[in-house]
């Protein structure tokens, strides 16, 4: 038997602004649902899936260390590929903090980091040399 990675799940304090920012990288709505406690948006892009929730109780904003802290225990970023790094780039840095682009260790893509409307890490990637697949 053999597994795959179906979605990510996404609590967010603005369904709009969460949608806004994952609408850039080319994802769509696929499924929705919403009761008297929360509302749930599952959107896809290609063969990836993010799921995103809001309730209608308060939540409560985190506190963010480094941009690029990944020696923390746990699910540190998640990474989306863009056919054009550069312009993703510029997009991104009139409403979010980004770094630098730069080369992977493995050399194999380019990436740089940034937030979601959350405070999320987010990693966007552009891979070199036709490789895929997981990095």
């Given at each position: ?27 769509i ?9 929360c ?36 699910i540190?970023?998640l990474a989306?590929?863009v ?8 997009t ?24 979601d ?19």
């Amino acid at each position: 038997m053999s597994g795959r990675l179906h979605h990510v799940s996404i609590t967010c304090a603005s369904l709009t602004a969460s949608l806004a920012f994952y609408r850039q990288f080319g994802f769509i709505i696929n499924q929705d649902f919403q009761d008297e406690q929360c509302t749930i948006v599952l959107l896809q892009s290609r063969n990836t899936h993010i799921e995103l929730f809001t309730f209608t109780d308060v939540v409560s904003a985190k506190t963010h260390e480094d941009l690029i802290y990944l020696k923390a225990i746990g699910i540190r970023h998640l990474a989306i590929e863009v056919d054009d790094l550069i312009k993703m780039h510029q997009t991104l840095s009139t409403t979010t903090t980004v770094t630098p682009i730069k080369q992977a260790r493995l050399g194999s893509f380019n990436y740089f980091f940034c937030y979601d409307p959350d405070g999320n890490q987010i990693e966007v990637l552009n891979i070199n040399n036709g490789m895929k697949g997981i990095i």
